[in-house]
């Protein structure tokens, strides 16, 4: 309705004095600049950020230590995906061969794999869910 010459509110006097609305903070840039800035509310300028939540993944990690110690009884093939990890990192040594399936691992950890004469098979999230 702006633009109009009522701007929607009818005929010249219908609106006047309605008086002032006591939840409005009129005047906290100019004649109550001090009672704004003695306010235990903050009132100006920005409050903190939200970072987004999709930046917030949650990684379930397990090292080349540990997977050393799961393959003490003789597997050669560990799917890590089914046991619940994300990732796979490279913290500690790895003796034996394995075939290891896992959604993502680093660098070290695939050196030291295929160091070791093991195989590591990369899953993506399509092949996860068929």
């Known amino acids: 309705m702006r633009g109009s010459r009522t701007q929607g509110y009818g ?3 219908q609106h006047r004095d309605a008086g002032s609305k006591g939840y409005r903070k009129v005047g906290m840039h ?3 600049w001090s009672i ?6 903050p009132y100006f300028g920005k ?3 939200r970072s ?3 930046l917030h993944r949650k990684e379930k990690t397990i090292n ?3 997977l050393d110690q799961l393959a003490n009884n003789g597997q050669t093939s560990i799917n ?3 046991m619940g990890y994300t990732k796979l990192l490279g913290t500690g040594k790895i003796t034996k061969p394995l075939i290891i399936t896992v959604p ?12 070791a004469g093991g195989k590591l098979i990369i899953e993506t999230k399509q092949e996860a869910e068929a």
Request: glycine content about 6%; proline content about 3%; charged content about 30%.
């Open 11 to 13: 005929r010249v006097g």
């Open 30 to 32: 100019k004649h109550r």
């Open 36 to 41: 704004a800035s003695n306010m235990e509310e």
């Open 47 to 49: 409050h903190g950020f």
């Open 52 to 54: 987004p939540q999709a």
């Open 64 to 66: 080349l230590k540990q």
């Open 80 to 82: 890590l995906s089914e």
């Open 104 to 115: 993502s691992a680093s660098k070290s950890a695939t050196e030291k794999i295929q160091a």
